[in-house]
T-cell receptor, first 114, second 113 residues
Framework: GAVVSQHPSRVICKSGTSVKIECRSLDFQATTMFWYRQFPKQSLMLMAT?????????EQGVEKDKFLINHASLTLSTLTVTSAHPEDSSFYIC??????????FGPGTRLTVL | GENVEQHPSTLSVQEGDSAVIKCTYSDSASNYFPWYKQELGKRPQLIID?????GEKKDQRIAVTLNKTAKHFSLHITETQPEDSAVYFC????????????FGSGTRLQVQP
Protein backbone atom coordinates (compact mmCIF):
# COMPACT_ATOMS: atom_id res chain seq x y z
CA GLY A 1 0.00 0.00 0.00
CA ALA A 2 0.92 3.65 -0.23
CA VAL A 3 3.31 4.95 2.39
CA VAL A 4 3.34 8.40 3.90
CA SER A 5 6.10 9.47 6.24
CA GLN A 6 6.19 12.37 8.61
CA HIS A 7 9.11 14.00 10.37
CA PRO A 8 9.75 14.60 13.16
CA SER A 9 7.61 12.16 15.10
CA ARG A 10 7.93 14.17 18.26
CA VAL A 11 9.12 17.69 18.99
CA ILE A 12 9.34 19.81 22.10
CA CYS A 13 9.94 23.51 21.70
CA LYS A 14 9.86 26.71 23.67
CA SER A 15 7.01 29.16 23.39
CA GLY A 16 7.60 31.71 20.62
CA THR A 17 9.71 29.48 18.42
CA SER A 18 8.73 27.99 15.05
CA VAL A 19 8.51 24.33 14.19
CA LYS A 20 8.52 22.72 10.77
CA ILE A 21 6.87 19.38 10.10
CA GLU A 22 7.48 17.46 6.89
CA CYS A 23 5.08 15.09 5.17
CA ARG A 24 6.29 12.87 2.35
CA SER A 25 4.58 10.39 0.08
CA LEU A 26 7.23 7.71 -0.43
CA ASP A 27 5.93 5.58 -3.24
CA PHE A 28 3.35 7.67 -5.05
CA GLN A 29 2.80 11.19 -6.25
CA ALA A 30 0.37 13.08 -4.06
CA THR A 31 -1.58 15.69 -5.93
CA THR A 32 -3.25 16.71 -2.69
CA MET A 33 -2.08 16.64 0.89
CA PHE A 34 -4.16 17.39 3.96
CA TRP A 35 -3.12 18.58 7.39
CA TYR A 36 -5.11 17.59 10.45
CA ARG A 37 -4.83 18.38 14.12
CA GLN A 38 -5.97 15.96 16.79
CA PHE A 39 -6.31 16.83 20.47
CA PRO A 40 -6.35 14.03 23.06
CA LYS A 41 -9.39 11.80 22.82
CA GLN A 42 -10.83 13.90 20.02
CA SER A 43 -11.39 13.50 16.33
CA LEU A 44 -9.22 14.66 13.47
CA MET A 45 -9.91 18.25 12.56
CA LEU A 46 -8.96 19.35 9.07
CA MET A 47 -6.70 22.39 9.12
CA ALA A 48 -5.92 22.87 5.45
CA THR A 49 -5.84 21.28 2.03
CA UNK A 50 -2.68 21.61 0.01
CA UNK A 51 -2.39 21.13 -3.73
CA UNK A 52 1.00 20.88 -5.35
CA UNK A 53 2.16 24.18 -6.75
CA UNK A 54 -0.69 26.26 -5.40
CA UNK A 55 -1.65 27.99 -2.19
CA UNK A 56 -3.22 25.95 0.56
CA UNK A 57 -6.91 26.23 1.38
CA UNK A 58 -7.43 26.76 5.09
CA GLU A 59 -10.45 25.75 7.10
CA GLN A 60 -12.43 28.35 8.93
CA GLY A 61 -10.75 29.36 12.15
CA VAL A 62 -7.26 28.24 11.14
CA GLU A 63 -4.82 31.14 10.91
CA LYS A 64 -2.90 30.90 7.65
CA ASP A 65 -0.17 33.23 8.92
CA LYS A 66 0.41 31.01 11.91
CA PHE A 67 0.26 27.66 10.15
CA LEU A 68 2.31 28.03 7.00
CA ILE A 69 1.88 25.27 4.45
CA ASN A 70 4.11 24.66 1.48
CA HIS A 71 3.52 21.93 -1.10
CA ALA A 72 6.50 22.39 -3.36
CA SER A 73 6.52 18.98 -5.01
CA LEU A 74 4.27 15.99 -5.60
CA THR A 75 5.92 14.14 -2.72
CA LEU A 76 6.50 16.78 -0.06
CA SER A 77 4.38 19.15 1.96
CA THR A 78 5.52 21.09 5.00
CA LEU A 79 3.62 22.66 7.87
CA THR A 80 5.36 25.36 9.87
CA VAL A 81 3.85 26.38 13.17
CA THR A 82 5.09 29.92 13.71
CA SER A 83 5.46 31.56 17.12
CA ALA A 84 4.19 28.42 18.80
CA HIS A 85 2.31 28.67 22.10
CA PRO A 86 1.30 25.98 24.60
CA GLU A 87 -2.22 25.86 23.16
CA ASP A 88 -0.70 24.73 19.86
CA SER A 89 0.44 21.53 21.53
CA SER A 90 -1.30 18.73 19.69
CA PHE A 91 -0.91 15.72 17.42
CA TYR A 92 -0.48 16.91 13.83
CA ILE A 93 -1.20 14.36 11.10
CA CYS A 94 -0.87 14.71 7.38
CA UNK A 95 -2.51 12.62 4.72
CA UNK A 96 -1.94 12.30 1.03
CA UNK A 97 -3.95 11.20 -1.94
CA UNK A 98 -3.36 10.91 -5.63
CA UNK A 99 -6.22 10.85 -8.09
CA UNK A 100 -8.37 8.38 -6.19
CA UNK A 101 -10.47 8.72 -3.07
CA UNK A 102 -8.19 6.99 -0.61
CA UNK A 103 -6.25 9.12 1.82
CA UNK A 104 -3.13 7.64 3.36
CA PHE A 105 -2.09 9.04 6.68
CA GLY A 106 1.35 9.81 8.03
CA PRO A 107 2.36 8.58 11.50
CA GLY A 108 1.78 11.98 13.04
CA THR A 109 3.91 14.50 14.89
CA ARG A 110 3.37 15.16 18.56
CA LEU A 111 4.14 18.79 19.27
CA THR A 112 4.66 19.98 22.81
CA VAL A 113 5.17 23.69 23.38
CA LEU A 114 6.58 24.61 26.77
CA GLY B 1 -20.37 22.07 4.83
CA GLU B 2 -20.60 18.41 5.69
CA ASN B 3 -21.35 17.29 9.24
CA VAL B 4 -20.78 13.70 10.38
CA GLU B 5 -22.18 12.35 13.62
CA GLN B 6 -21.00 9.08 15.11
CA HIS B 7 -22.45 6.84 17.81
CA PRO B 8 -21.73 5.43 20.28
CA SER B 9 -18.71 7.25 21.67
CA THR B 10 -17.66 4.14 23.60
CA LEU B 11 -18.51 0.51 23.07
CA SER B 12 -17.53 -2.49 25.16
CA VAL B 13 -18.19 -6.01 23.92
CA GLN B 14 -17.15 -9.51 24.88
CA GLU B 15 -14.69 -11.30 22.68
CA GLY B 16 -16.58 -13.12 19.93
CA ASP B 17 -19.55 -10.77 19.98
CA SER B 18 -20.41 -8.34 17.20
CA ALA B 19 -19.89 -4.59 17.31
CA VAL B 20 -21.85 -1.99 15.37
CA ILE B 21 -20.94 1.66 14.97
CA LYS B 22 -23.28 4.09 13.25
CA CYS B 23 -22.73 7.38 11.46
CA THR B 24 -24.97 9.93 9.82
CA TYR B 25 -24.00 12.63 7.39
CA SER B 26 -25.72 15.82 6.41
CA ASP B 27 -24.86 16.51 2.80
CA SER B 28 -26.49 14.30 0.18
CA ALA B 29 -23.66 15.21 -2.22
CA SER B 30 -21.21 13.08 -0.23
CA ASN B 31 -20.23 10.00 -2.19
CA TYR B 32 -17.35 8.32 -0.39
CA PHE B 33 -17.40 6.88 3.14
CA PRO B 34 -14.25 5.37 4.63
CA TRP B 35 -13.74 3.88 8.06
CA TYR B 36 -10.44 4.25 9.91
CA LYS B 37 -9.01 2.42 12.91
CA GLN B 38 -6.63 4.34 15.14
CA GLU B 39 -4.60 2.81 17.94
CA LEU B 40 -3.27 5.04 20.68
CA GLY B 41 -0.62 7.44 19.41
CA LYS B 42 -0.62 5.97 15.92
CA ARG B 43 -1.87 6.96 12.51
CA PRO B 44 -5.42 6.20 11.33
CA GLN B 45 -5.50 3.08 9.20
CA LEU B 46 -8.12 2.60 6.50
CA ILE B 47 -10.01 -0.61 7.20
CA ILE B 48 -12.86 -0.42 4.71
CA ASP B 49 -14.62 2.09 2.52
CA UNK B 50 -17.78 2.32 0.48
CA UNK B 51 -18.94 4.50 -2.34
CA UNK B 52 -22.43 5.81 -2.86
CA UNK B 53 -23.20 3.46 -5.75
CA UNK B 54 -22.99 0.45 -3.43
CA GLY B 55 -25.22 -0.46 -0.49
CA GLU B 56 -22.99 -2.93 1.29
CA LYS B 57 -19.39 -4.08 1.28
CA LYS B 58 -17.73 -6.86 3.23
CA ASP B 59 -14.15 -7.79 3.94
CA GLN B 60 -13.78 -10.86 6.15
CA ARG B 61 -15.05 -9.88 9.63
CA ILE B 62 -15.74 -6.29 8.67
CA ALA B 63 -18.72 -4.97 6.74
CA VAL B 64 -20.11 -1.54 5.98
CA THR B 65 -23.65 -0.69 4.97
CA LEU B 66 -24.85 2.55 3.41
CA ASN B 67 -28.37 3.96 3.28
CA LYS B 68 -28.25 6.97 0.97
CA THR B 69 -31.88 7.87 1.51
CA ALA B 70 -31.49 8.09 5.25
CA LYS B 71 -27.92 9.41 4.95
CA HIS B 72 -26.41 6.95 7.35
CA PHE B 73 -23.79 4.25 7.20
CA SER B 74 -22.64 1.64 9.67
CA LEU B 75 -19.60 -0.46 10.46
CA HIS B 76 -20.15 -4.05 11.54
CA ILE B 77 -17.39 -6.13 13.11
CA THR B 78 -18.19 -9.78 13.74
CA GLU B 79 -16.36 -12.27 15.95
CA THR B 80 -14.53 -9.46 17.71
CA GLN B 81 -11.05 -10.06 19.06
CA PRO B 82 -9.03 -8.15 21.67
CA GLU B 83 -6.83 -6.73 18.90
CA ASP B 84 -9.90 -5.00 17.48
CA SER B 85 -9.77 -2.68 20.48
CA ALA B 86 -9.06 0.83 19.16
CA VAL B 87 -10.78 4.06 18.23
CA TYR B 88 -12.80 3.88 15.02
CA PHE B 89 -13.62 6.92 12.92
CA CYS B 90 -16.12 7.19 10.13
CA UNK B 91 -15.72 9.87 7.50
CA UNK B 92 -17.52 11.33 4.53
CA UNK B 93 -16.30 13.13 1.48
CA UNK B 94 -18.20 15.71 -0.49
CA UNK B 95 -18.26 15.27 -4.24
CA UNK B 96 -15.96 18.24 -4.85
CA UNK B 97 -12.49 18.71 -6.21
CA UNK B 98 -11.01 19.22 -2.76
CA UNK B 99 -11.57 15.61 -1.70
CA UNK B 100 -11.29 16.56 1.98
CA UNK B 101 -12.73 14.11 4.48
CA UNK B 102 -14.99 15.14 7.33
CA PHE B 103 -14.57 12.81 10.29
CA GLY B 104 -16.99 11.64 12.90
CA SER B 105 -16.15 12.07 16.57
CA GLY B 106 -14.86 8.53 16.99
CA THR B 107 -15.90 5.37 18.85
CA ARG B 108 -13.64 3.78 21.42
CA LEU B 109 -14.15 0.02 21.09
CA GLN B 110 -13.03 -2.21 23.91
CA VAL B 111 -13.15 -5.96 23.35
CA GLN B 112 -13.08 -7.82 26.64
CA PRO B 113 -11.26 -11.17 26.54
Amino acid sequence: GAVVSQHPSRVICKSGTSVKIECRSLDFQATTMFWYRQFPKQSLMLMATSNEGSKATYEQGVEKDKFLINHASLTLSTLTVTSAHPEDSSFYICSASSLGDTQYFGPGTRLTVL
Amino acid sequence: GENVEQHPSTLSVQEGDSAVIKCTYSDSASNYFPWYKQELGKRPQLIIDIRSNVGEKKDQRIAVTLNKTAKHFSLHITETQPEDSAVYFCAARLDTGRRALTFGSGTRLQVQP
